[in-house]
């Protein structure tokens, strides 16, 4: 692989953040410094399908501290419900994007008010093989990338809010991430094979549509990707968190982590992982496979290859963590946990979740948690430009 100029995809996220908030905000230095704020972040919580429960949109307003949470803010802006299971949201630009996964949706709207923009059906643009089930979102420039599970990447123009392109990829794709620079960008995509055991990761080079599917022996079950630039082996690097096999009764989770993928090389460079944060050359992850009694953590660091548990101090107990994202604006880390049963001494996949906040010496931040709905299952940032008199 040719090196990259960037690390993260966060990086260049950052920087289009930065300059469609600017943009749309229509702020001018005039004689004050600009600073790019971390206002809000919103959590995307999947409900239970089984137990009746529609999913929901979370939203907490860093503005203030404590932060003011909101909850329901979709159904409370446009009067009806998410559905069953939306999977993911960004924000990209002036708007907020989830991914319906029952309802074959892709929800565009406005990220200040929640107020709906327009609804894409994936089905009907892709086909209802090709479309069903959106998964997962990255957006970057006047493009939003969507997988399906009917194999497909769909490529949503930001403009005209429609699906003007698409690309086959491996079975059962979830997340996403973008390396590379503005002249030579690619699109990787984590091809989780539902869990049978078949996984891949897709290449696809986004100047000439060209795609090339990456498959080892070690890489059965991906989930989530990132790309950095390794300076211990000189190459551009990716990142897979890999949620393993099952045994025979599918009871046990086996094999889970993060491996990483240089040139036909795989390594795992973090046992035992069922979620992963990145920010930088930093990646963060929780454990907690089916069946564990409690989870552990762990940083790695990608230039120096060094592997560290951590310990999350303060806040409510984070008992079985669904989601973890780290602002990369602050650095601050965000975690998401079901709430247990006071009955079973389980967690709990009815009853609303909540999420802690951390520095980044892992220190709870703040004074209290921040409820959800059921099922927390994404976090995203939103984001605003201030201006500061000199």
Known sequence: MKKYLLSFAVAMMGAAFLTACTNDDNNSNSGGSAYLSTSGALIINNGSVSSGIDGSLTFLDLSTNPAGVQQNVYKTANGMSLGGTPNDVIVHGD??????????????????TFKQITRISTTDALGTAEGINPRHLIGYADKVYVTTYGGYVAVVDTTSLSITN?????????????????TELYLYVANSDYGMGNGSISIINLK???ITEFKNEMIHNP????VA???????????????GTYNEDWTQQLNAGVYRISGNTVTKV???????????????????????????????????NQLSSIKFVGGNPIQSPSAIAIDPNTGYIFIATRDMDPDTGYPSYTTPGYVNIYDPAFNFYGTTSYATGVEPHAIAFSYEVKIVNN
């Open 208 to 210: 000439d549509g060209s």
């Open 95 to 112: 708007k907020i994007y989830i991914a319906g996964c029952d309802e074959n949706t892709v929800f565009v709207l406005n990220k200040k």
């Open 166 to 182: 698409k690309y086959k990829v491996g079975s059962a794709p979830e997340g996403m991430t973008l390396g590379g620079s503005e």
């Open 229 to 243: 630039w390794n300076s211990l082996n000189n190459s551009s690097d990716i990142y897979v968190l890999d949620w």
């Open 270 to 304: 973090v046992p035992d992982a069922t979620g992963m944060a990145t920010y930088g050359y930093t990646i963060i992850t929780y454990n907690y496979p089916w069946g564990a009694k409690e989870p552990t953590f762990s940083y790695y660091n990608i230039n120096y």
């Open 223 to 226: 989930q989530e990707v990132a």
